[in-house]
Each structure stands twice: as structure tokens, then as C-alpha cells.
């Protein structure tokens, strides 16, 4: 008789786990409110009101809110003058759209192997790929925990890079009680639906420079200077604009985030707990610097020794099957998509890159979202997964 879900067995956990995302009637009040202003654009008052209230959350002087995390990150680089001729220096397990914004501003990706702690950018190897051509770092806070800016910062300094920080993943995270997205010249938030802060689609630019917001606030609606004539247009700019909708949402959900933020770390603490008494799959590194972490993605390292020899991406589809959502992340660092394989872009070895594909487990924030019985629950299952490793071996 089969024990294991995946065989037919009893699954381990049967709870519905924390839907993403979450909404009460301060949205539903939010959206009528703009539905009846007739201001469903981008110069809905709200949007301002968002961009003061999340810069503030962030201790940032200016907050640009756009229409993705993909196109901030493109604005970013154009607005720094990043274009043809120029390298940019990118790490090759983030989401595409880290490299994707090198490339379609004109820029050639130089892909630079992760730290096997954090899978954030190995600022040694960071300092072994800058040549003369190099202009810019794009560290991504992977998961939300902090590249190493103590480190980061002066190198780029030293070489007069910019740094636009990817920040994607790291509403509300600190290095040394600076909240990310404002140590660098820019800082690039998503707001799309898997994110800690969402409405659906959306991005947000932090900078603590005066002149960079400016540059920012022009690009983003289409050239204008703030105050000027409407068909007056002194710069290069476009229109990244988000809606009024979307900022009501966003307003509803930022209530809501501190609460989220403490929950997802006093979870992920109860997760590191329970997976280092268990063994063989190893919790990423938290770094003391790190005070305050988001936890956009949970991951563990997965050891097959441990279990029997059974590939990582069948212990997967087992501890799926026994109801707990989880995933293998990325299949390949990016240099392997074709749009960003070589000559596209200049590849510095990673094997640490690789070996994050086959070892990663990823659960997504929103399960650390539940109640700390539920964390109890996962490490039971995993238990459960052991004792019948048998099981998954043929
Ligand atoms: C989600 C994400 C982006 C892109 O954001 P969108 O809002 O989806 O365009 C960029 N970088 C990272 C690391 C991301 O996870």
C-alpha cells in the first residue's frame, strides 16, 4: 500500500493555504471612489498620494510610480545616459526582465555568478567582470534579502558605476535600517500580481537625487516638465503613467503591509528552525545586516544525498502531491534563453548560477502568509517524504 501522495497515499496536509492576493471592501471602497471621480488616469490624485506614501515607507525622497517593474527598470538605465557601447553587469538567476532592460536600452548584459548563501550577486566576481566599457551594477535583492551593500556600494563607487537597484523582490527589506531601493542612485519596485505589494500591474521608482526624479517624472509622461504646457514636451519621454485604479488598490494594500512583512519573517524564522533540524534541504543564509527581510520567495537547497538519490524535481512533484505548494524555480541561468545567450550579452563563469537550477525549492510569500501551525505542517510532510523515499525510487 502507498504511503506517498504522489503514489496514491493519503496527502499530508489538507489545508487551503493563503490566497494571493488579498483584498477587503478598503479596495472595493477605493475602486468606486475613483470610478465615480471620472479621474481614471494617471493624474488621479491618488496616484501622487500612493507614490508619497510608499517613498515614505521606503525613506525616499522621491517615489515615480510606472506602469511594471520592467519599464522602470528600462527608464532607470535611460535616464542615466546606459545605451549602446555600454556593458551592465547582472546576475543570471533573477527574472528575465533584470537582463531584458540592459538589452532593450541598446546595452550588452554581463552575466556575474551568485553568492551560494543568498543567490544574490557575488560582489568579488562583480569586481573581477568591470571593464572599461562597464557603466552600471543591477544587483537584484533576490527573495527579498539584501545584496551585500557594505561591499557593492564602494566598488561601484571606486569605478564610478551607477547601481539601480532591482528591487522587485524587496518591499520593506533592510541593509542596516536603510530600507532597500534607496542606497543606489535608483531603486525599481514591481507591483505585478505574485508581488508583496500588488494592483495586478504596476511598478515604482525610488531615488534619493533630486535631479534623477526630475529626469524620471519627465520620461514617465511623455517629456513634460511638472507645471508646463500640456503640448510642451523638452525631453525624449514616454508614457509609463499607471491609473488611478491602481493606486487606490495600492493605497488599500499598503495598509496591510507591515502586518504582512512581520508575518512572512516570523515564518520563514519558524521554517529555518524546523528544515535545520531536519536536514537535507538547507535554508538560504539571513545575513545579521539584514533587519528587515521580505521574503518574496522562501527557498531551500536540496540535497538528494538525503533522500535516497530521488532528483530534486521528484521530491518536488512529492511534496506537491502531499499539499504543499512549492516549485523548482529557474530551469537555467539566463544566459541560456536565447535572447540573452552570447553574443547578446558577455558571460563570466557561474557555476554557482548553475547549480542554484538544480538545487532550488521555491514556496512563494503567500504561504508564509498562514498560520504558524501550517509551517509544522510542512516540515511533517517533508518527514513523511523521507520515511517513504523508497517510494520515489523507481
Ligand atoms: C517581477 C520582476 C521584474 C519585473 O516586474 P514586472 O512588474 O512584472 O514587469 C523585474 N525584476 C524581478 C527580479 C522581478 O521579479
Redesign the pocket.
Known amino acids: 500500500m502507498a504511503k506517498l501522495a504522489l503514489n496514491g497515499g493519503t496527502p499530508a496536509c489538507t489545508r487551503s493555504w493563503p490566497r494571493w492576493p488579498q483584498w477587503d471592501e478598503r479596495e472595493k471602497s477605493r475602486l468606486l471612489a475613483v470610478l465615480e471621480s471620472g479621474e481614471w488616469g494617471g493624474f488621479n490624485e491618488l496616484v501622487g498620494e500612493f507614490e508619497q506614501a510608499f517613498a515614505r515607507r521606503h525613506q525616499a525622497r522621491h517615489g515615480l510610480a510606472a506602469?511594471?517593474?520592467?519599464?522602470?527598470?528600462e527608464a532607470s538605465l535611460r535616464v542615466l545616459g546606459v545605451g549602446p557601447g555600454d556593458e551592465v553587469i547582472v546576475p543570471p538567476y533573477?527574472?528575465?526582465?533584470?537582463a531584458n532592460?540592459v538589452r532593450l536600452v541598446g546595452a550588452t548584459p554581463v552575466f556575474v555568478d551568485v553568492d551560494p548563501d543568498t543567490y544574490n550577486l557575488d560582489v568579488a566576481a562583480t569586481a573581477a567582470a568591470i571593464g572599461p566599457r562597464t557603466r552600471a551594477i543591477i544587483p537584484?535583492h533576490?527573495a527579498g534579502h539584501p545584496v551585500d551593500m557594505d561591499a557593492l556600494l564602494p566598488l561601484a563607487r571606486r569605478h564610478g558605476l551607477f547601481v539601480v537597484e532591482?528591487a522587485?523582490?524587496a518591499h520593506g527589506s533592510r541593509w542596516r535600517g536603510t530600507p532597500m531601493g534607496t542606497l543606489g542612485h535608483i531603486g525599481?519596485f514591481?507591483?505585478?500580481l505574485?508581488?508583496n505589494l500588488t494592483a495586478g500591474?504596476?511598478?515604482i521608482l525610488l531615488t534619493q537625487d533630486d535631479q534623477l526624479a526630475a529626469k524620471l517624472r519627465s520620461f514617465i509622461n511623455q517629456g513634460r516638465t511638472p507645471g508646463g504646457a500640456w503640448y510642451t514636451h523638452g525631453l525624449l519621454g514616454s508614457n509609463l503613467r499607471i491609473t488611478g485604479w491602481q493606486a487606490g488598490v495600492l493605497l488599500a494594500q499598503l495598509e496591510r503591509f507591515d502586518e504582512q512583512l512581520e508575518r512572512r519573517m516570523a515564518n520563514a524564522r519558524r521554517l529555518n528552525a524546523i528544515f535545520e533540524e531536519i536536514g537535507g534541504l538547507r535554508p538560504m543564509g539571513w545575513d545579521a545586516r539584514v533587519d528587515a527581510h521580505a521574503f518574496?520567495l522562501y527557498m531551500l537547497r536540496y540535497d538528494p544525498a538525503v533522500f535516497g538519490g530521488v532528483p530534486r524535481d521528484r521530491f518536488v512533484a512529492a511534496l506537491q502531491a502531499e499539499g504543499v505548494p512549492c516549485s523548482t524555480g529557474y530551469a537555467m541561468p539566463l544566459y541560456r534563453q536565447p535572447p540573452l545567450a552570447e553574443p547578446h550579452s558577455r558571460v563570466t563563469p557561474c557555476p554557482v548560477a548553475e547549480q542554484a537550477c538544480q538545487e532550488a525549492i521555491w514556496f512563494t510569500q503567500n504561504l508564509l502568509l498562514a498560520e504558524p501551525a501550517a509551517m509544522e505542517e510542512i516540515g511533517q510532510a517533508v518527514l513523511k517524504i523521507r520515511e517513504h523515499v523508497e517510494e520515489l525510487r523507481h
Open positions: 506602469v511594471n517593474g520592467t519599464l522602470t527598470l533573477t527574472f528575465i526582465a533584470t532592460a537584484v533576490f532591482d522587485a523582490h525599481s514591481s507591483l505585478q505574485s508581488k500591474e504596476g511598478g518574496h
